[in-house]
């Protein structure tokens, strides 16, 4: 498969046998996705051929798919909200009544049955968008189930789960496995996961896959350096000061998700001058809402921020900046850049209205303009196709260099920082990491949060735990383990250690 | 006092309710066919001119075929037509819906007083052959209640039958399910090796075939075989209001063109009391404050299901 | 190879709209011929019609200048991406305000009456935009359809005025206001023709809103607004605000046109001073992809076309032929990257398949 310029999946050859867990990982954008949704039939192939169950795919469909027992949960739910479950779980093999009305009681009687059958207790009768993301996934995998799926796939379907609900999604895999003999592959960037429950497991990089083990036969180390084509070693960063005075203050914080849920729960945290806080936790425990809400881009319920000592609870992005905050967003091209924008504009975009670009303050100054992004672009080393061209058209890593020299070059005391390398090549992430270091030893406050527990570790000074949207634990960098913090990532340890 | 009882008595008369149910069918039947469209997912802005097909069609086939059933035959042919056409560019082309509307009704416009001048020599036609107004015996002589729905044209009785017809088709068949998944959320049938963009073409065309009804039975029915240069006059926008209304729901959809026929049916009693032009307001004023108040609605219903759910509320995810 | 897209893109651009402009005659030319007129003939005469007096040429660029402000008005929306529907109820309402003032202060100087009406009707040309922009902005209510619910609105209230209160002594005239006073009107540049006094502040009007979008710090943010609204807000642009005054200019702008429709051509308010004239600058826009420049240029055409058609008339040609050359010229730029992509992705799959059946030959071989 090949996207305009960039090559996907890049000859791949791979068997998966009857009857296994096969779990298929790679960093984002290695390629995993798109090579499933070629079994799927969504996408089609440039070159080279698919065999399900000894058969050549010849037309690329999820109908042939579909047709040949395969059966995928996307990262993504595709359920229609306003249908009840059952309604869901039928659709396109539709019981009928008289030949052409839709027997929803039939509906409903055949998705019990399968409930029961499969223990996936979930009400038929419910409408998808009133009903938890855990039984979503329920629905979805009933779904492919009711289609006589005999190879489910799971696009990292522990993503968006709860510890408990991963535990009963690994139950419900063993079980059809073990009593179905259902053929399994699960995407993941989790190594645990891989660990638990797969029997086999390949690794792809780039759009290439770099290998295929037996579980039993590697561990998460191994893995690991597989999937970043190097043993995981960095150079040491050179910190430098000590923390100075409170700058980020945050006491209280409750904050909503975009259903209305309580995503932060109750939470305070504290970060000084010249010191990284790292946020460890499993994506969709609050972090991202917490983010948001300091830096204006969500309005919390309850509790204060307070930045550089100033009230800024509630207040805009526009009022919160000029406190002395810059924010590199966790989503680049949704809130980082604006894809059409050359990346001039792109580096200008919030120093637009400043004195020296601007004749009487409103007249562009074109000729000022392009010599700061020309320094600003080399500066920070971005290549791509010039200073005119889309940001959007540029590789995820150049991306990132945008965006990272547009808020670095705001010399905030106060930084933000979200997932600084997703998705970014290595020569890139070790300089947007050196360049975060120099933030950091310039005497600047870093919040950082990322899904690679490596970098937090890299790059923290101290590293708190979210679950659940509470803080679980608060650390000195080097005073703990990424095993150890792993129990504290998964769930509140004092209520555990209290049970047991 | 008795001059307000007089102008009440005026407005419940049947007489009103009879010219309301007149005014609201035209409206009614592409409403109907907006409705689909709405339901696959599409804001169709070029009902108007889908219309305005129609009616110019629909006299044109009469004259050409001396016969109002020939008439709403090429009516109809050609809002598969109009269909097909409008689902090339929103659907295959995927441009956007708006100008296609917009340049459809124009487009409509142009064609059909170019053609009528071409062929009549005027800007209008008229006395070809109409379709027939039905008179239903006993029924007809029910108090009130037959007043009001006594001797309409054939397609005011034909519209509530469609009504129940789509209602079956839009809520209790999979081809239904399959068209609601297709405006709500395509990549569910994608996914599920069915083809969103199937659908939307037929809700296109549907909805094609059903302006274009309602344009034949303007033209055909409603003026008894006479063609006026822009004689849909705005219906289309009237429909695509109803269609907002009614939250594309076909029954609601036909109540919401009731009202706007309602409005409008008084505004010709009330003359001499209030300007028609007022009380033509009302309708469009009360389809506004509806918009506004379901978006407010479903708002606060999240935050409702938040504080009603303690369970979901404390869930990280 | 890359830094040279932007030039590509324009002319690529300019190569659809050629492209489109001679489908749309000849589509013109096998309908006229259909119906027995030849084709040449006609389009000779609508050339005539066009440019043979000064008052045509007067009148097409008046029609052009309507355009051209209503055009300016939706892309001062578009641009910051809100759709400004309700052009032709703003219009509607600024024309019977501006009207109105004139009558009342029917007696007073010229130099206090024309900038009152001008300014009464940008008031309330924007006051019935805030409706659907604050609707937008703080509720999230689609502006594309209470605009258009609005502007039917619009046209039952300026007809009620005009028939009821505001209507004129004269009994024929059913509904219309009274006439202004003629020391009110504008001046004439050619005369007998349309074109007045006003099409210097239309320039005036153009020039700024070219400037201020293509060429100031307010017009960078509101092409980020546009662009991307998140990422905009995320940057402290404060993006609700922004929205919602470009909405409010957009109304006054077009309540501004209802004003030079009355100062200038009919001098007291019907339902004529516009006929859909917003829905046209719409498209307009549209075609110009949203561009100033191209906005101006291609009012222009547009007015050649509809003031052409007039011409003819003369010989017998219904001058709606004008609106399915329009029309045409519309569905073909809007449908011109569908159309590109199509005929991409069928290029691509014929050189996927030529590329794996030379595999296929290499395989066996």
């Not at chain 2, 296109?204 to 006026?228: D, E, K, M, Q, W």
């Amino acid at each position: 498969m090949e996207f305009p310029g960039v090559l996907a999946n890049d000859d791949i050859s791979l068997d998966i046998k009857k009857g296994e867990v096969f779990a298929l990982v790679g960093e984002n954008g290695a390629g995993k996705s798109t090579l499933m949704n070629i079994l799927y039939g969504i996408n089609e192939p440039t070159d080279g051929e698919v065999l399900i169950g000894g058969k050549k795919v010849e037309a690329f469909s999820p109908k042939t798919a579909i047709g040949l027992g395969v059966g995928m949960v996307h990262q993504h739910f595709m359920l229609v909200p306003s249908f009840t479950v059952a309604q869901n779980i039928v659709m396109s093999m539709e019981p009928k009544k008289y030949g052409f009305l839709f027997d929803n009681r039939a509906a409903e009687r055949k998705t019990q049955e399968l409930v029961n059958t499969y223990g996936l207790q979930v009400d038929p009768s419910a409408v998808v968008r009133e009903i938890s993301v855990g039984l979503q996934q329920r629905v979805e995998i009933l779904k492919t189930l009711y289609r006589g799926a005999k190879i489910l796939i799971l696009d990292e379907p522990t993503a968006v789960l709860t510890p408990q609900e991963t535990d009963e999604l690994f139950d419900v895999i063993r079980r059809v496995v073990r009593e179905r003999g259902m053929t399994v592959i699960i995407i993941t960037h989790k190594l645990y996961e891989v660990m638990a429950i797969s029997d086999r497991v390949g690794v792809m990089r780039k759009g290439r896959l770099v290998g295929v083990k037996n579980t039993c036969d590697t561990d998460e180390k191994d893995l690991a350096s597989m999937m970043v084509g190097r043993p995981v070693l960095y150079d040491d960063l050179e910190k430098t000061g000590t923390a100075g005075e409170n700058r980020i203050a945050v006491e209280h914080l409750t904050v909503t998700d975009n259903r209305g849920l309580i995503a932060v729960n109750d939470l305070s945290l504290a970060v000084h001058a010249g010191e990284i806080l790292g946020i460890a936790a499993i994506e969709g425990n609050g972090q991202s809402e917490l983010l948001e809400a300091i830096t204006g881009m969500r309005k919390p319920e309850r509790g204060t921020v307070r930045i550089m000592g100033q009230d800024v609870t509630g207040k805009s992005p526009d009022q919160i900046r000029a406190v002395g905050l810059a924010h590199i967003p966790e989503d680049r091209i949704s809130t980082g850049i604006s894809a059409p924008a050359s990346v001039t504009d792109n580096l200008m975009v919030g120093k637009h209205d400043d004195k020296e670009f601007n004749l009487f303050g409103f007249h562009q100054r074109r000729s000022t303009i392009e010599r700061y992004a020309r320094e600003i672009y080399e500066k920070f080393d971005i290549r791509g196709a010039g200073l005119d061209s889309d940001v959007g058209s540029m590789s995820g890593g150049n991306m990132q260099k945008v965006v990272v020299a547009r808020e670095f070059s705001f010399d905030t005391p106060v930084l933000i920082i979200s997932q600084p390398t997703r998705g970014v090549d290595v020569g890139a992430i070790e300089f947007i990491h050196k360049a975060i270091i120099e933030k950091r030893n310039s005497g600047a406050a870093i919040l950082l949060c990322s899904a690679d527990l490596d970098e937090v570790f890299r790059l923290s000074d101290r590293i708190i735990t979210m679950y659940e949207g509470k803080v679980t634990g608060s650390f000195a960098a080097d005073a703990i383990t990424k095993e150890e913090i792993g129990y504290y990532m998964t769930g509140d340890r004092s209520e555990k250690e209290a049970r047991a | 006092m008795n001059e307000f009882s007089e102008l009440l008595k005026s407005i419940l008369s049947p007489g009103t309710f009879n010219e309301m149910l007149r005014r609201a069918t035209p409206v009614a039947i592409a409403a109907l066919g907006g409705a689909l469209t709405e339901h696959a997912g599409i804001m169709n802005i070029g009902m108007d001119g889908m219309i305005l097909m129609g009616a110019f069609f629909g006299v044109l086939g009469s004259f050409l075929f001396s016969s109002a059933w020939a008439g709403l035959a090429f009516a109809i042919l050609i809002g598969v037509l109009v269909g097909l056409f409008y689902a090339l560019f929103v659907i295959k082309f995927r441009s956007d819906e708006f100008i296609i509307g917009c340049a459809l009704n124009t487009f409509a416009l142009g064609l059909t007083s170019y053609m009528s001048r071409a062929i009549f020599g005027t800007s209008g036609a008229k006395g070809y052959p109409s379709l027939p107004d039905l008179h239903l015996g006993v029924i007809g002589k029910i108090p009130f209640f037959g007043g009001v729905i006594d001797g309409h044209s054939l397609f005011v009785y034909v519209a509530v039958l469609l009504v129940v017809i789509l209602w079956v088709f839009v809520y209790k068949t999979p081809a239904g399910f399959h068209l609601r998944a297709a405006g709500e959320k395509p990549e569910t049938l994608r996914t599920a090796g069915l083809s969103p963009d199937r659908m939307k073409w037929i809700a296109s065309v549907l909805c094609g075939v059903l302006c274009s009804i309602a344009g034949a039975h303007l033209s055909l029915g409603y003026l008894n075989g006479t063609f006026a240069e822009n004689m849909s006059n705005s219906r289309g926008f009237v429909a695509f209001a109803c269609v907002i209304f009614g939250g594309a729901n076909p029954i609601k959809t036909y109540l919401a063109s009731l009202m706007f026929g309602f409005f409008d049916a008084i505004g010709l009693r009330l003359q001499g009391t209030i300007s028609s032009d007022l009380t033509g307001i009302i309708p469009y004023a009360i389809t506004v404050i509806m918009m506004v108040y379901v978006v407010i609605r479903s708002n606060r219903r999240k935050k409702h299901a938040q504080k009603r759910d303690p369970k979901a509320a404390g869930g990280a995810a | 190879m890359k830094e040279k897209t932007p030039v590509l893109v324009r002319y690529r651009y300019l190569f659809s709209l050629l492209v489109s402009v001679l489908l749309a005659f000849g589509i013109g030319a096998i309908i006229l011929a259909a119906s027995g007129f030849a084709p040449l003939q006609a389009y000779g005469a609508m050339l005539r019609g066009a440019f043979d007096s000064a008052r045509h040429v007067g009148d097409l660029l008046e029609y052009a200048m309507v355009l051209c402000i209503c055009g300016l008005a939706c892309v001062l929306g578009a641009r910051v991406g809100i759709f400004n529907v309700g052009g032709e109820g703003q219009l509607l309402l600024g024309a019977i305000f501006a009207c109105q003032i004139g009558i009342w202060l029917d007696g007073m100087s010229p130099w206090l009456v024309i900038p009152l009406a001008a300014l009464g009707a940008m008031a309330v040309g924007a006051a019935y935009a805030f409706i659907p922009g604050v609707l937008k902005v703080k509720v999230k209510v689609n502006e594309v359809i209470t605009t258009i619910m609005l502007n039917t609105i619009a046209a039952f209230l300026c007809q009620y005025l005009a028939k009821g209160p505001w209507k004129n002594a004269n009994k024929n005239l059913v509904a219309a206001t009274s006439q202004l006073n003629a020391d009110y009107w504008f001046g004439k540049l050619i005369p007998r023709s349309n074109l007045t006094t006003a099409v210097f502040a239309a320039a005036v009007i153009a020039f700024l809103v070219w400037y201020v979008m293509q060429k100031t710090s307010k017009g960078f943010e509101m092409k980020i607004v546009g662009q991307n609204p998140r990422f905009a807000f995320f940057s402290g642009i404060k993006t609700d605000r922004l929205v919602l005054i470009c909405m409010l200019i957009s109304g006054a702008m077009c309540g501004l046109v209802g004003m030079f429709r009355v100062y200038g051509v009919e001098h007291l308010y019907k339902s004529s001073v516009s006929n859909d004239y917003y829905f046209e600058a719409i498209m307009v826009a549209m075609i110009a992809s949203y561009q100033p420049v191209a906005v101006i240029l291609l009012s222009l055409f547009f007015a050649i076309l509809k003031i052409g058609a007039q011409g003819m008339e003369l010989i017998g040609i219904p001058s709606q032929i004008y609106l399915i050359l329009q029309t045409v010229i519309i569905f073909f730029m809007a449908a011109e990257s569908g159309i590109m992509a199509s005929i991409d992705a069928a290029a691509q799959r014929r050189r996927a398949k030529a590329a794996a059946q030379q595999r296929q030959k290499e395989a066996q071989a």
